[in-house]
């Protein structure tokens, strides 16, 4: 299996920018499409962003496109989330899958991190 690590989360002021981090070990990082997720408080998780295998392709929801922009460097084995113009409504917690494919847009993601914690206040 792979394993997934967030960090970089953290409280900040709306406005701000934040960079979070997710790295993998424990098998072929290049082998796997990766997304970003936040679930907030009595809310549903969405997705946030999405970047292939090869990470030459993304995707980014409506909330987030323009604001936040994923990458990953396979060398590194890790994907970045970067956040600029961070909303109050972006307030959730944050967290990394990964699916064993080459596509972009897998249906499940199989293999989840733990999560960290974004803060944005007024």
């Not at 499409?33 to 549903?44: D, L, S, Y």
């Not at 980014?60 to 604001?67: L, Q």
């Not at 917690?93 to 080459?102: N, S, V």
Request: charged content about 20%.
């Amino acid at each position: 299996q792979v394993q997934l690590v967030e960090s970089g989360g953290g409280l900040v002021q709306a406005g701000d920018s934040l960079k979070l981090s997710c790295t993998a070990s424990g098998r072929t990082f290049d082998d796997f499409a990766v997304g970003w997720f936040r679930q907030a408080p009595g809310k549903e998780r969405e997705r946030v962003a999405g970047i292939n295998a090869n990470g030459d392709f993304k995707l980014h929801a409506g909330s987030v496109k323009g604001r936040f922009t994923i990458s990953r460097d396979n060398t590194k084995t890790t994907v970045y989330l970067q956040m600029n113009s961070l909303k109050v409504e972006d307030t959730a917690t944050y967290y990394c899958a990964a699916a064993h494919t080459t596509f972009l847009n897998p249906t499940n993601y199989d293999f989840w991190g733990q999560g960290t914690q974004v803060t944005v206040s007024s």
